[in-house]
């Protein structure tokens, strides 16, 4: 009996982990299942009947397809931003010294650890101030401020565990800053970088707070499913949209995971 | 003839740190040459000037002829084998050997050959497709040297390569590093801490300390005649004696040296010699080392194994021949 004990956990402890995980998971599958439901002005438990007619009806709405591709567009342009900004200012940081260098990365990370709505009445009034109109790249601006301390944090990392004598040996073989960079850092970082965007893209996605400061009448996925739910019209729509959103994002961010996995065991076994 | 490293009055200071002060250094073309120094004397910083990492504050560097101050590192015909290997970790070993033929543009099929020859040189051959992590630390080392060597450097930087293998190792790598050199003819220089690698390995050697040159010479010339008391002291802990002691044995007031094997000891308790007594005995196998104490002057013996041996504590009588005593220029 004794001897199992490392290998066997209790039925009472397996339990919990089940209860926990169903806590977890349960509320996420009601949502697919009142996707079917008959009954559209309330969600009702047990669902009166099936259907699959929501589908073909969220198809044809042009606002959940303006909402969808505004956030697409809107996080894709933001993670870009934050893997160009993110990546410069994470090699500054962790490879080379300068005055100011402690300020700069908590300046960095600040966004991060603020309120999400104290960024968004700043930004606003900023815009305010500056006579600037709600657009699309307000909304940009908004998630490029917490999407570049992701990409940031994920590089600066991996930088510190990237050997500086390896840049060094780069150059000393040969290749200019930029061959270096194409050669033996990009290389290095890629999954850190991966990663990082992935996480970046999903926290835009989902981003609610900063939205509503940033982007007046536009409506990205989560602000249009908000205003959705107040109105009691075509309601299992929403939770067409929220099945479709866990099943596109779920799977990039499983391949990132799968990515950096690989990518882990790859940089932890070199120096 | 042209020397390969030449440093003229060369400086390199870290704000007040003058890691690198005034140093004048020739290196010959195809020599072995050793920068033996304790850590912070600046031996890494002049390796780390030639390579061109760091560029001086004051003074002109040339290697072969061409001014080196301000030509970036990738546009030197001079490699180094880094201390702590710095191979690529997402490249596998004969790619890291190929890496530098690949960024000047040489092509696929070339380049592999002529790495899997720089593996076949450290007698590495057929260990490219295995990833730096899967390889031994001697077998890092290996490939580094490849790395460096695929390029037909002139001038090859060694930072330290030995520093992190063990005893066995680092004897044998030593060897086939003096033989790879001899076979190439290309200059090595040679950074250390560890006075018997640049004993045995170099042709020449230059002593630092506080970013100064303390004296060049051949290993012979060092060991065998410093010229100042820190020489005398970090190279092969020699006996250092003051220009009080010296005078009665030569007749001049200069600093001295006395190598600890120059030294005879007796149970004899009068006749001519230094009155010492014995205060500590150190077994090394081949010898035994004494520590001696003559009025206050401590001073080292070393003899062979199998001497019978005073007790600790005894008065003993010791000797010395007058010629092994080296008179250092370093002024009393």
């Known amino acids: 009996m004794r001897s199992d004990r490392g290998q066997r956990a209790p039925l009472g402890l397996k339990v919990a ?29 047990p669902p009166p009947g099936l259907t699959t007619q929501w589908f073909a009806v969220t198809w044809n709405r042009p606002d959940v397809w303006e909402a969808l591709s505004l956030s697409v567009r809107v996080a894709a342009i933001s993670t870009a931003i934050a893997l160009v900004l993110g990546t410069l200012c994470a090699a500054a940081v962790s490879q080379t010294r300068f005055f100011g260098r402690e300020a700069i990365s908590l300046l960095v990370i600040l966004p991060i650890a603020l309120p999400g709505i104290i960024t968004g009445i700043a930004l606003r009034s900023a815009f305010a101030l500056a006579d600037i109109p709600f657009s699309f790249w307000t909304i940009v601006l908004g998630h490029a401020t917490f999407c570049v301390v992701v990409v940031y944090n994920n590089a600066v990392a991996r930088f510190r565990r990237t050997s500086g004598s390896m840049i060094e040996a780069s150059m000393d073989l040969g290749a200019d800053g930029f061959q270096t960079f194409r050669h033996v850092v990009l290389p290095n970082i890629a999954t850190a970088l991966l990663a990082g965007g992935m996480l970046a893209f999903a926290l835009s996605f989902d981003e609610v707070i900063v939205t509503t400061f940033t982007a007046g009448q536009q409506q990205t996925v989560p602000i249009w499913m908000l205003e959705e739910l107040i109105r009691p019209r ?29 990518g882990d065991q790859i940089a932890g076994s070199g120096k | 003839m042209t020397s390969a490293v030449s440093f003229k009055k060369v400086s390199r200071h870290f704000g007040s740190v003058r890691a690198v002060d005034a140093v004048d250094l020739e290196i010959a073309a195809g020599e072995f040459f050793a920068m033996l120094g304790p850590s912070g004397s600046g031996k890494t910083t002049c390796l780390r000037l030639i390579a061109g990492f760091e560029q001086p504050t004051a003074g002109s560097i040339s290697i072969f002829g061409e001014r080196a101050e301000g030509v970036p590192p990738y546009r030197r015909n001079v490699n180094t084998v880094f201390q702590d290997y710095a191979l ?45 992590g899967q390889l031994s630390g001697g077998q890092r080392q290996r490939v580094a040297l490849a790395r460096a060597l695929v390029n037909q450097p002139k001038v090859l930087l060694l930072d330290e390569p030995l520093g992190a293998l063990d005893l066995k190792l680092r004897e044998n790598m030593q060897e086939e590093l003096k033989s790879l050199q001899k076979v190439l003819g290309i200059t090595f220089v040679f950074v250390t801490h560890d006075q018997g690698e640049a004993l045995s390995m170099a042709d020449r050697v230059a002593v630092f300390n506080d970013g100064r040159i303390m004296q060049v010479g051949t290993p012979e010339d060092i060991y065998q005649r410093p010229n100042t008391r820190f020489v005398a002291d970090f190279v092969g802990s ?8 010296v005078q009665r044995y030569s007749g001049q ?22 009155a010492a007594r014995l205060v500590g005995t150190n077994y090394l196998g081949a010898t035994t080392r004494l520590a001696l104490d003559a009025d206050g002057l401590r001073l080292h013996a070393v003899v062979p194994a199998g001497t019978s041996l005073p007790a600790e504590g005894e008065a003993v009588m010791l000797t010395f021949n007058r010629d092994s005593l080296h008179l250092m220029d370093e002024p009393a």
């Open chain 1, 17 to 45: 982990a089940a209860c926990g995980l169903l806590f977890l998971h349960l509320p996420i599958l009601l949502i697919f299942v009142y996707a079917f439901t008959t009954e559209e002005k309330s969600f009702v438990w």
């Open chain 1, 234 to 262: 075509q309601r299992p729509v929403t939770n067409v949209v929220a099945m479709v959103v866990v099943l596109v994002t779920l799977l990039p961010i499983l391949f990132a995971y799968y990515l950096t996995r690989d």
């Open chain 2, 88 to 132: 690529f970790p997402h490249l596998n070993v004969l790619d890291n050997v190929a890496y530098g033929l690949m960024v000047k543009g040489v092509g696929k099929a070339e380049r592999l050959k002529a790495a899997e020859e720089a593996l076949s040189l450290v007698r590495l051959p057929g260990y490219g497709t295995r990833r730096p």
């Open chain 2, 238 to 245: 020699s006996n250092v004696l003051p220009p009080d002691f």
């Open chain 2, 253 to 274: 007031h200069r600093w001295g040296s006395l190598r600890p094997e120059s030294i005879r000891v007796s149970n004899a308790t009068s006749g001519d010699g230094v």
